[in-house]
């Protein structure tokens, strides 16, 4: 159990983590192991700290990346590819979710 102390600089590195491995294919296994915690752990900080689950904050994390990526005329394939996503029709998808238009229409704003 880590003290209140600890609390904003663990949810500092698990940021950090994140933002530095977004074109990996991260899990929550991934961030426990290499935090030393436990998987249940991690997901409830997550949900306590963050008030959305480690894989919501993740998808919104890689497609923050993938409208800046795309604004910066990276074409659509890579732009799955740097931003983690499996393949492009796993990104396509959560693109449209989250913004309501495909990459493309996106990148024609």
């Given at each position: 159990?880590?003290?209140?102390?600890?609390?904003?600089?663990?949810?500092?590195?698990?940021?950090?983590?994140?933002?530095?491995?977004?074109?990996?294919?991260?899990?929550?296994?991934?961030?426990?192991?290499?935090?030393?915690?436990?998987?249940?752990?991690?997901?409830?900080?997550?949900?306590?700290?963050?008030?959305?689950?480690?894989?919501?904050?993740?998808?919104?994390?890689?497609?923050?990346?993938a409208k800046q990526l795309i604004s910066e005329g990276e074409g659509?394939?890579?732009?799955?590819?740097?931003?983690?996503?499996?393949?492009?029709?796993?990104?396509?998808?959560?693109?449209?979710?989250?913004?309501?238009?495909?990459?493309?229409?996106?990148?024609?704003?």
């Amino acid at each position: 159990h880590h003290s209140q102390a600890e609390q904003p600089t663990l949810l500092t590195s698990f940021i950090e983590y994140i933002e530095n491995n977004l074109s990996k294919p991260l899990t929550l296994d991934e961030i426990a192991a290499h935090f030393y915690i436990s998987r249940s752990a991690v997901s409830k900080f997550f949900r306590e700290e963050m008030g959305t689950s480690f894989h919501r904050f993740l998808t919104q994390r890689r497609l923050i990346l993938a409208k800046q990526l795309i604004s910066e005329g990276e074409g659509m394939e890579r732009v799955a590819q740097l931003c983690g996503f499996s393949d492009y029709s796993v990104f396509y998808k959560a693109f449209k979710k989250e913004y309501g238009l495909s990459p493309r229409e996106f990148a024609k704003l």
